[in-house]
């Protein structure tokens, strides 16, 4: 599967008529896949798409909190990760990629655990390709997902608020977990910018070619 970085959504041409969850195929106005720079060092990971990306394609669109409307994008820029000028729904992103564990979206509910397990796949692949440095799991169930299948940290030791902007060791990569942006406080904000920033100023890309799995 080849990336296709004229375009920064779905890059991979992974399935955008996919039906494998019946019931989200009711309420999905589409399939949001991954979104930005495949060569990315930092693929971030939510739970599934907000109401702004079923419309749009792009994941996390729209989301507001402490920093905003669309407080991940913001947090991006500040990052040097996103063009400020850049459109809303097409974001400029550079060494940075966004996704979610599941693809669709039920208004009224979260994913069931065999939702999150039939788009495991698509996530897969979207790391196994990229091959980041670093994984960012916004809250909780992205945490346990990934540090699940990417860590050997035991999953109950993995619990948000107090994995927030902390440095976990994973199998060929660093996860930095995320409280979501949209229940983040100022300082919550603040102390993972800073953390972040401090992070992309060492020498992170050491865990490069040492995957064990």
């Not at 039906?19 to 991954?34: D, I, M, S």
């Amino acid at each position: 599967m080849d990336a296709n970085q004229r375009s920064r959504a779905n890059p991979y041409g992974m399935d955008e008529e996919c039906r494998n969850c019946p019931a989200l195929c009711e309420t999905r106005t589409r399939v949001v896949h991954g979104y930005g720079d495949v060569g990315a060092d930092f693929l971030f990971v939510g739970e599934r798409p907000t109401t702004r990306a079923d419309a749009t394609g792009v994941p996390f669109a729209g989301e507001g909190g402490s920093t905003g409307d669309g407080g991940l994008r913001r947090m991006l820029e500040r990052l040097g990760l996103c063009a400020v000028d850049s459109p809303a729904d097409e974001p400029a992103l550079e060494n940075a990629y966004l996704t979610n564990l599941t693809r669709c979206r039920d208004p009224d509910r979260r994913p069931t655990d065999e939702e999150i397990g039939n788009c495991e796949p698509y996530l897969n692949a979207e790391i196994r390709m990229i091959n980041p440095e670093i994984l960012v799991p916004i809250g909780e169930r992205a945490l346990t997902e990934l540090g699940t299948e990417y860590t050997t940290t035991p999953v109950e030791e993995l619990v948000l608020p107090d994995d927030h902007a902390t440095r976990i060791r994973g199998r060929g990569f660093e996860l930095v977990p995320m409280i979501d942006p949209r229940e983040q406080t100022d300082e919550q904000t603040q102390a993972w910018l800073e953390a972040f920033v401090e992070l992309m100023a060492s020498d992170y890309r050491q865990t490069k070619g040492r995957r064990e799995r």
